[in-house]
Nanobody, 120 residues
Framework: QVQFVESGGGLVQPGESLRLSCVAS????????LGWFRQTPGKEPELVAF??????KYVNNVEGRLFISRDNAEKTLTLQLNNLQPEDTAVYYC???????????????WGRGTRVTVSS
């Protein structure tokens, strides 16, 4: 099972940007969808964006501020976060995305994630 290591989080002020990176322990070329999830205290991780070989999709009205990219050769998944707002504060994880009864779900075990804190 491919494992992921996330990095790039930090403490920023509203309106600032961050670039999150995720490196896989093995090949991701055959994986259909890879996604970024985020988790706030007391809640399950929720999918914010995913990338296939030919498409990028965003959920929860983040499109326009978040940009996901995937590099199979480098085994990396990145998430550019622009115009960050306090509600973006969360721990961000990457994972394989699968659909169960039409709902996106993480498939592999979680990495440590990377924490993003947006505060003035």
């Amino acid at each position: 099972q491919v494992q992921f290591v996330e990095s790039g989080g930090g403490l920023v002020q509203p309106g600032e940007s961050l670039r999150l990176s995720c490196v896989a322990s093995g090949s991701i070329s055959s994986i259909y969808a890879l996604g970024w999830f985020r988790q706030t205290p007391g809640k399950e991780p929720e999918l914010v964006a995913f990338a296939t070989a030919n498409a990028r999709k965003y959920v929860n009205n983040v499109e326009g501020r978040l940009f996901i990219s995937r590099d199979n050769a480098e085994k990396t998944l990145t998430l550019q976060l622009n115009n960050l707002q306090p509600e973006d504060t969360a721990v961000y994880y990457c994972n394989v995305v699968v659909w169960v009864e039409h709902e996106p779900r993480p498939r592999n075990s979680w990495g440590r994630g990377t924490r993003v804190t947006v505060s003035s």
